[in-house]
């Protein structure tokens, strides 16, 4: 993933049953990246309601 893209930060949000699935098919670069998970199917949530549970999750 992150290491076709040249990705700095990764933020994998998924529902816990889908993070398990990920996790193991993580590349090391994406690991390397990868600065939080976010256990929560934010699927019908507002683009606002998502970003305050991101901000959340990332420093200043």
Known sequence: M???HGSRHVIIVAPPRALG?????LGT???NVL???LTS????HKVSE???HL??????
């Open 2 to 4: 992150a290491e076709n």
């Open 21 to 25: 699935v990920l996790r193991p098919l």
């Open 35 to 37: 600065k939080a998970e």
């Open 55 to 60: 901000a959340a999750l990332t420093p200043g």
């Open 50 to 52: 998502i970003e305050r």
């Open 29 to 31: 670069s994406t690991r």
């Open 41 to 44: 199917d934010l699927v019908r």
